[in-house]
């Protein structure tokens, strides 16, 4: 069976498998690779661990666990993809769609130990000199990444909880009386009818497509949430349509497969079935009518309260469990366990059981989307989801689902942004201030000056926990600089993101794949962003000062009440002192980056109107329109000193 991944075929020979020893048991198929003690290993995209993958166990098999600890071995996505640095030079992408199992220097001290789930499988190994290159020729194997217009590199705030029209109302005053900018805000589940995907709460929202536009004569994006879960309930188009065309999963014996989601009953759309995609896709047309442009979706591992098959009977009992100290780590064996394996996609007209497959269902899910809103909306748009496998970057970007506010999962974000964009998802970030728990201003502040450098820049928090917004911390004008910052790098971030993503390259990077000596080569808490930015950010609370190691000489700049000033700094160790409301970034030498004038909304950022910083003589931009489809490196322009 062809996966969802697979762009090229390459039959993998047992006998001439470099680098790896195999075998076989009747279940699994097991490889091993000797660890040298200084060997690195990069990647894995969204999972958890240290930007070097050593010392853990990790589980691909797509899980909704908002419980993101030190060792849970699955979140939302199948990112199979790693780089080996050490006496051996090498990527590995094991294509696989269902259970995958990284065990990298954590069982046994100096082994790798993968396991998958079946010889299901395609191996990809890719050599290089470096391991720069290596990520471009996997980048170049997998595809072009998705990109979205200008306007959703913009601040989206967002919230579990705005419930109708006023609430998403006083976050726009919020905003505007605070002079804090904002392109974008999301709604999540209570825009729907309950909780019917492609319905609108008339209640909530009496006239939808005219606050669509209202908003938009503002210069906001509303962003609407859809779940793949469908309500079982006559008389709800989407779901008899659904039942007339067989579009449903089948259970393992018969019948549709039933699971308690949000809105109660639901069946889940047979993503592997192309009309699915195409039917599902074009239900995206009555949004756009109404005038949305951006979307995400959530729920598409997919996430099941209980099922017919299932011991949870209702949701009271998996909150019960998550409070529960004895509660498995490992969520993705309980669902695999009562879900998973007892319904069936069809693949390629040929029913399988849903575990077999079960990673590639989000992935499918975000290209039904992406492929649909393609067919009714001709300009570029915004689609980020939750699941997601390699290959579903062509598709939309991601987020990295429900973190909480804590200080570990700020420095969780940062491992994985290098990973992330190994596996091709440029356009991600996690929620920003996190989703689960409170809060505080430093939290957020700092957190903030992380996501300034993330394509994906969203504030989103769970109900029943603090309100989360910029301006709910009082002394606003710390968040005025830090999201000031933002729309000031505006020009540079997305020229970036649109040369990486046109030529194949990754947008943020470890150090170690610009700087290769020893201190380089082992920075877990220093990242590149485009090719000339270095970051350094606080991840510590209570922290206003820290270590950060300069590969060569580099401008730091720093961002303080709405001004850039600059330092030139030698080459070596430095200890910088970063308060609360200032950003502080380095820009390398020889290198220039640009920057543009302030701005409130996207709307008003002039991708022309840019001045150069640092100590290089030119930079190399580009621009367009922000949202033609004809994106190309053709769009791309000098400029220099005299010029600019
Ligand atoms: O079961 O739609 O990750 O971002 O706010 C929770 C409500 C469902 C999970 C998503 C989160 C979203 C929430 N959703």
């Known amino acids: 069976m062809k996966t969802f991944s697979t762009v090229r075929d390459i039959e993998p020979s047992a006998d001439s498998l470099p680098f790896f020893t195999q075998r076989r048991t009747q279940k699994h198929l097991y490889f091993h690779y000797k660890l040298e003690k200084d060997d690195i290993i990069y990647g894995l995209g969204e999972n958890m661990g240290n930007i070097n993958k050593r010392g853990k166990t990790y589980v691909s098999y797509n899980t909704d666990n908002p419980r993101h600890r030190e060792n849970t071995p699955s979140l939302y996505s199948a990112h199979n993809f790693l780089i080996v640095d050490g006496h051996d030079h090498f990527g590995v992408f094991f294509d696989t769609p269902s259970k995958i199992t990284f065990d990298i220097d954590n069982t046994t001290d100096d082994e790798m130990f993968v396991r998958t789930a079946n010889d299901n499988l395609d191996i990809y190994i890719i050599t290089a000199s470096d391991s720069n290159s290596i990520a471009r020729e996997f980048l170049s194997l997998i595809g072009r990444p998705f990109m979205p217009p200008l306007w959703a590199f913009g601040f989206g705030q967002s919230r579990w909880g705005y419930q109708n029209e006023a609430d998403l109302l006083a976050v726009m005053e919020g905003h505007k009386l605070n002079k804090l900018p904002l392109d974008w805000l999301c709604m999540d589940i209570d825009y729907m009818d309950h909780f019917k995907d492609f319905t609108v709460n008339k209640l909530r929202f009496p006239l939808l497509s005219r606050f669509v536009e209202k908003t938009r004569e503002k210069g906001i994006h509303l962003v609407p949430i859809i779940d793949a879960g469908i309500k079982i309930e006559k008389g709800y188009d989407v779901y008899d349509e659904g039942i007339e065309n067989d579009y449903f999963c089948h259970n393992k014996d018969g019948g549709i497969f039933k699971a308690e989601v949000w809105p109660g009953m639901t069946h889940f759309p047979d993503f592997f079935k192309p009309e699915v995609r195409k039917w599902f896709g074009d239900k995206y047309e009555s949004l756009i009518k109404l005038g949305f442009e951006g979307f995400w979706n959530d729920m598409n591992e997919p996430s099941i309260f209980s099922s017919e098959y299932s011991r949870y009977q209702g949701r009271l009992d998996v909150i019960k469990s998550y409070l529960n100290p004895h509660h498995k780590e490992d969520k993705a064996e309980e669902a695999a366990h009562f879900d998973y394996h007892n319904f069936k996609n069809s693949v390629e007209g040929r029913e399988v059981v849903h575990h077999l497959v079960h990673n590639l269902y989000g992935g499918y899910m975000t290209m039904a989307s992406s492929q649909g809103i393609e067919r009714h ?218 920057i543009g004038k302030p701005a409130m909304n996207t709307s008003e950022v002039d991708l022309d109107d840019v001045e150069l910083l640092g100590d290089g003589k030119e930079y190399r931009q580009y621009l367009d329109d922000g949202y033609t489809k004809n994106a190309s490196m053709d769009n791309t322009r000098l400029c220099s000193r005299t010029t600019a």
Request: proline content about 3%; charged content about 25%.
């Open 377 to 594: 909306y001709d300009k570029r748009f915004l689609l980020f989801s939750r699941a997601s496998c390699i290959g579903a970057h062509r598709y939309g970007g991601i987020w990295t689902g429900d973190n909480e506010s804590r200080w570990d999962h700020l420095r969780t974000e940062f491992h994985q942004l290098p990973g992330l964009n190994m596996c091709g998802f440029l356009f991600s970030g996690a929620d920003t201030g996190g989703f689960g728990g409170n809060c505080t201003r430093e939290l957020l502040l700092r957190w903030l000056a992380l996501s300034v450098f993330t394509p994906l820049m969203r504030n989103h928090s769970a109900r029943h926990t603090r309100k989360q917004e910029c301006y709910r911390f009082g002394h606003t004008k710390a968040f005025r600089n830090v999201l000031g910052l933002r729309y000031r790098l505006l020009p540079y971030i997305y020229s970036e993101f649109m040369k990486a993503a046109l030529s194949g390259d990754m947008y943020i990077k470890p150090l170690a794949f610009v700087f290769s000596d020893e201190k380089g080569r082992n920075c877990e808490d220093q990242l590149m962003v485009g090719e000339s930015i270095m970051i350094a950010p606080i991840m510590e609370k209570r922290q206003t000062q820290r270590k950060v190691y300069l590969p060569e000489q580099m401008t730091m700049v720093t961002y303080r009440n709405q001004q850039f000033s600059t330092e030139i700094m030698e080459k070596g160790e430095h200890t910088i002192i970063i308060p609360e409301d200032e950003v502080v970034f380095f820009i390398r030498h020889d290198h220039c980056i640009i």
